[in-house]
T-cell receptor, first 115, second 112 residues
Framework: GAGVSQSPSNKVTEKGKDVELRCDPI?????LYWYRQRLGQGLEFLIY????????KSGLPSDRFSAERTGESVSTLTIQRTQQEDSAVYLC?????????????FGAGSRLTVL | KQEVTQIPAALSVPEGENLVLNCSFT??????LQWFRQDPGKGLTSLLL?????REQTSGRLNASLDKSSGRSTLYIAASQPGDSATYLC???????????FGKGTLLTVNP
């Protein structure tokens, strides 16, 4: 597609429920990143995919968080047993490759509210 | 660990003024530095990307400079307009990894 698409744009859930957030990167972009932005905070790195592999998962805050990518395209971020501190905007970005020179294009984000 | 700081946290100016946003980073071993704009409810829009070997980049009324050795960058906005109102984020890509490390941003308000 023309840009990075994320869905849902907004999600309200109850504490303890599982949620899935989806990212459709720009076609042909092999690198995909997930970031989290909590209110009043900077963006926090969560995970990086190169193709379907995730060489860096170091930013995932707990084992309740997981992500996968298939077909070198769509990625899903899953949060199990959501907690109130998971409330944030989850941003996805993609780039042509993982090289440091490549520009990241960000999606509009998925705003998650855990009640 | 790379840390990025942006000053000021918020800035309010009248339309037409020239202004400077500041960004500093602790580890000078970077690939590049990028300035983004974030509008409420929207994603990040890349404004300027400066490679580590460059000193500045210009796009329209925007000019970004980079002093890698001192760990500083500035974003200069000329003749500000109300449409420039947004949060401006600075991010660096460290040589040690491929992550972007972001500052917390500067919230800019340009008053008509």
């Amino acid at each position: 597609g023309a840009g990075v698409s994320q869905s849902p744009s907004n999600k309200v859930t109850e504490k303890g429920k599982d949620v899935e957030l989806r990212c459709d990167p720009i076609s042909g972009h092999t690198a995909l990143y997930w970031y989290r932005q909590r209110l009043g905070q900077g963006l926090e790195f969560l995970i990086y995919f190169q193709g379907n592999s995730a060489p860096d998962k170091s930013g995932l805050p707990s084992d309740r968080f997981s992500a996968e990518r298939t077909g070198e395209s769509v990625s899903t971020l899953t949060i199990q047993r959501t907690q109130q501190e998971d409330s944030a905007v989850y941003l996805c970005a993609s780039s042509v490759g993982g090289s440091g020179a490549n520009v990241l294009t960000f999606g509009a984000g998925s705003r998650l509210t855990v009640l | 660990k790379q840390e990025v700081t942006q000053i000021p946290a918020a800035l309010s100016v009248p339309e037409g003024e020239n202004l400077v946003l500041n960004c500093s980073f602790t580890d000078s071993a970077i690939y590049n530095l990028q300035w983004f704009r974030q509008d409420p409810g929207k994603g990040l829009t890349s404004l300027l990307l400066i490679q580590s070997s460059q000193r500045e980049q210009t796009s329209g009324r925007l000019n970004a400079s980079l002093d890698k050795s001192s760990g500083r960058s500035t974003l200069y906005i000329a003749a500000s307009q109300p449409g420039d109102s947004a949060t401006y984020l600075c991010a660096v890509r460290s040589v040690s990894n491929y992550k972007l490390t972001f500052g917390k941003g500067t919230l800019l308000t340009v008053n008509p």
